[in-house]
Nanobody
Framework: QVYLVESGGGLVQFGGSLTLVCTASDRNVKFDNMGWHRQAPGKRRESVAN???????NYADSVKGRFTISRDNALNTVSLEMNNLNPEDTGIYFC???????????WGQGTQVTVSP
């Protein structure tokens, strides 16, 4: 069983920055896509950013230009650098990792990000 553990969440003021890091418990597993979702209070979980093993990145429109996703395939980590944060970014951020063969998906337990006005 592979576990994903997030770190780096917290409370930040409007316009501030945070970096989230997600680490997989097994460095030997080769993940295809890794990324981040978030869930704001009372809202559905939404995709924030993802990155393929080969380096292709995708971002939600709401975070383009402010968030940067990166990953280290050797260490099996995925990071999310978040700049110019606003209260709409508040929520629980979950990292995930996909394997295509065998098909499987793993999720972290989530880390809280709170942006004060």
């Amino acid at each position: 069983q592979v576990y994903l553990v997030e770190s780096g969440g917290g409370l930040v003021q409007f316009g501030g920055s945070l970096t989230l890091v997600c680490t997989a418990s097994d460095r030997n597993v080769k993940f295809d896509n890794m990324g981040w979702h978030r869930q704001a209070p009372g809202k559905r979980r939404e995709s924030v950013a993802n990155m393929s093993r080969g380096g292709m990145r995708n971002y939600a429109d709401s975070v383009k230009g402010r968030f940067t996703i990166s990953r280290d395939n050797a260490l099996n980590t995925v990071s999310l650098e978040m700049n110019n944060l606003n209260p709409e970014d508040t929520g629980i951020y979950f990292c995930y990792a996909d394997r295509w063969a065998p098909e499987s998906q793993y999720w972290g337990q989530g880390t809280q990000v709170t942006v004060s006005p």
